[in-house]
């Protein structure tokens, strides 16, 4: 089994910066790839970004350019770190760790961004 613990999140002006954290424990195999989604209220979850072990990041258009991924291996964690936020980021972000087919998600982390 594999735990994923979730830190950050809270409420953020428009235009503000928020920066999370997602540390994995358990049986964890040395490839993986780790990464974000997000669900806003009566919306479907969607995906984020993402990062595997080679650390060549993909993300979502709409949080192109604003959103940063990364990861330390050694820690087995993954950071988000989310410059110009937007009204329209608010929801319930959730990491997520993948291997050998399987997902384990973390507990999820609110966000509002609102003035």
């Known amino acids: 089994q594999v735990q994923l613990v979730e830190s950050g999140g809270g409420l953020v002006q428009p235009g503000g910066s928020l920066r999370f954290s997602c540390a994995a424990s358990g049986s964890i195999f040395r490839i993986y790839t780790m990464g974000w989604y997000r669900q806003a209220p009566g919306k479907q979850r969607e995906w984020v970004a993402s990062?595997?072990?080679?650390?060549?990041?993909t993300y979502a258009d709409s949080v192109k350019g604003r959103f940063t991924i990364s990861r330390d291996n050694g820690k087995n964690t993954v950071y988000l770190q989310m410059n110009s936020l937007k009204p329209e980021d608010t929801a319930v972000y959730y990491c997520?760790?993948?291997?050998?087919?399987?997902?384990?998600w973390g507990q999820g982390t609110q966000v509002t961004v609102s003035s």
């Open positions: 997520y760790l993948s291997q050998v087919g399987r997902v384990y």
């Open positions: 990062i595997p072990n080679g650390g060549s990041t």
